[in-house]
Structure formats: C-alpha cells, structure tokens
C-alpha cells in the first residue's frame, strides 16, 4: 500500500514516523492538526496497537480528537494534563531560525497553547515548506466575529508601518459563509509575500482589539523533522544547534497503510 502514496504523502509520513519514535511510555504528547499531523497520529496509534505504548494526548482540534480516539489514542483535555512532555505538529512555512506560520488548518490558537505548554515542539514537514523568509503562505489572524470588519481594517492600517512586501486581507471562507474555527471565530487572511521582522508583526498584531491570535510562532518551536520522498529525513534541532540525516524504512504492508483503506 505504501508503494500508492503520492511523493508529497511519503515525504510527510517519512517525518511522522520519525517524529514518533520521540514518544516514550507515559509522555503527554500534544497531537496537531493537518494533514502531516494526521499520520503522525496513525503512527502513535500503530505503536500503541503494536508495542502497547501507553500515552495521553491534547489534540490541537476536534477533528484531530477524533481521529486520535479511532486509533486507540486516550484523549484529555489540556487542562488535565496540565503540561506537556512533547507536541507534534505541521507547519505551513518555517524559517532558518525555525520560526513558523501555522494555521492553515484554521486551529492555530489551540495550536499555539498546547505547543507553549510543552516541553519541546517538534514540526514535522516536507522540504516545501522551507523557506528563507515568512511570509508566502499567507499568515492567519484569528478574530472575535464581533466587530470583525473593523479588527480588518486595524490589520490593514497597523499594515501600512510594517516591514512587509503585500497589504491584502481576506476573510476566510467555508463555502459563502465564513470559516468558524473550533473557538467560535473568524479567520483574516494576511497576504505579505515577505515578514521583514515576524517578531514584531506578532507583538504587534496581538495589540488589535479583537485580534485573538496570529498564526506566528516565535522561539516556539525545537526541532523540525523534514521527511523525504525517498523516505529520507533530515533533523534540525535548534537548540543544540544539530542537523542528523536518517532513513526511514517501511513495509509495503504495515498496519497504517491498510487503514488509510
């Protein structure tokens, strides 16, 4: 089953699968959302079915809740963990620095409380989400409903002093309706092309009434696992200033390629 994978499919579960063997017996993990965190989820249920690990886990979104619960996974909520040894997540671009846009799941704040809540973060990607500057994928804000159309033109003006290449916004959309995400909010769009300075967009974005959050992680996340297509996988660790190269190998016929079925 393996062998019917797109390359981007075997590029992000090279990565999940490495990411997982950081997972010991009786850790909080906190589990993201996406689709690369999605095979990191089936893999933890694979080693929970197949080695008997035993684990909590904080999903970052009701749809990563009820995948993790499908494959055996205990879920809490974060308040009764409390705190957490690691979290796992994707990201929609990352830097040399490993700074991060997220979010283009729609569930960047939870993301961001449970990834700040650990210990270490651990993104998991492909090459094609590295980048030399933030900022192509366009940065999500999440925002009250309440008001939302002047916290957009706050964005816009807050915009116009910033270190950044685009000015234009757009409100997520969910067919003709807007996006609501699990908290109840909208999301702002924010095309900039180019972060001159994330550090001080996030700051800064954060200061807007109605501004929930912003999808910048900063000094947030450790360590990035880059998988492969050729199930490769290259880990940076920015903390200890380390790069390791693995390889990943798998059989045609494991478990979570019959379960994607």
Same mark, same amino acid.
């Given at each position: 089953?393996?062998?019917?994978?797109?390359?981007?499919?075997?590029?992000?579960?090279?990565?999940?699968?490495?990411?997982?063997?950081?997972?010991?017996?009786?850790?909080?993990?906190?589990?993201?959302?996406?689709?690369?965190?999605?095979?990191?989820?089936?893999?933890?249920?694979?080693?929970?079915?197949?080695?008997?690990?035993?684990?909590?886990?904080?999903?970052?979104?009701?749809?990563?809740?009820?995948?993790?619960? @499908?494959?055996?996974?205990?879920?809490?909520?974060?308040?009764?963990?409390?705190?957490?040894?690691?979290?796992?997540?994707?990201?929609?671009?990352?830097?040399?620095?490993?700074?991060?846009?997220?979010?283009?799941?729609?569930?960047?704040? @939870?993301?961001?409380?449970?990834?700040?809540?650990?210990?270490?973060?651990?993104?998991?990607?492909?090459?094609?989400?590295?980048?030399?500057?933030?900022?192509?994928?366009?940065?999500?804000?999440?925002?009250?409903?309440?008001?939302?159309?002047?916290?957009?033109?706050?964005?816009?003006?807050?915009?116009?002093?910033?270190?950044?290449?685009?000015?234009?916004?757009?409100?997520?959309?969910?067919?003709?309706?807007?996006?609501?995400?699990?908290?109840?909010?909208?999301?702002?769009?924010?095309?900039?092309?180019?972060?001159?300075?994330?550090?001080?967009?996030?700051?800064?974005?954060?200061?807007?009434?109605?501004?929930?959050?912003?999808?910048?992680?900063?000094?947030?996340?450790?360590?990035?696992?880059?998988?492969?297509?050729?199930?490769?996988?290259?880990?940076?660790?920015?903390?200890?200033?380390?790069?390791?190269?693995?390889?990943?190998?798998?059989?045609?016929?494991?478990?979570?390629?019959?379960?994607?079925?």
């Amino acid at each position: 089953m393996a062998a019917d994978l797109s390359p981007i499919d075997k590029a992000k579960f090279a990565a999940a699968r490495r990411a997982v063997d950081l997972v010991e017996d009786g850790m909080r993990v906190g589990l993201g959302t996406g689709s690369t965190a999605a095979w990191m989820v089936r893999c933890l249920g694979e080693r929970i079915r197949d080695e008997g690990l035993q684990l909590i886990g904080v999903p970052t979104s009701t749809r990563t809740a009820d995948l993790a619960r @499908q494959v055996g996974i205990k879920v809490v909520a974060l308040d009764e963990a409390k705190w957490l040894d690691i979290t796992i997540d994707g990201a929609d671009e990352f830097d040399p620095d490993l700074n991060l846009v997220k979010g283009g799941g729609g569930a960047l704040l @939870q993301e961001k409380i449970v990834a700040t809540a650990s210990d270490q973060m651990v993104v998991i990607t492909d090459a094609s989400k590295e980048v030399n500057h933030l900022g192509a994928f366009p940065l999500p804000v999440e925002v009250v409903p309440f008001g939302w159309q002047v916290t957009r033109a706050l964005i816009e003006e807050l915009l116009d002093s910033m270190d950044v290449m685009g000015r234009q916004t757009s409100l997520r959309l969910n067919g003709q309706q807007p996006f609501v995400t699990d908290e109840g909010n909208y999301i702002v769009d924010l095309h900039l092309n180019r972060i001159g300075n994330p550090r001080q967009l996030a700051l800064v974005l954060n200061q807007i009434p109605g501004v929930v959050e912003n999808g910048l992680f900063i000094d947030i996340c450790d360590k990035v696992i880059i998988g492969g297509t050729d199930g490769k996988v290259e880990i940076r660790d920015i903390n200890e200033g380390t790069v390791a190269n693995e390889t990943i190998e798998f059989a045609e016929d494991e478990n979570i390629f019959r379960d994607m079925d």
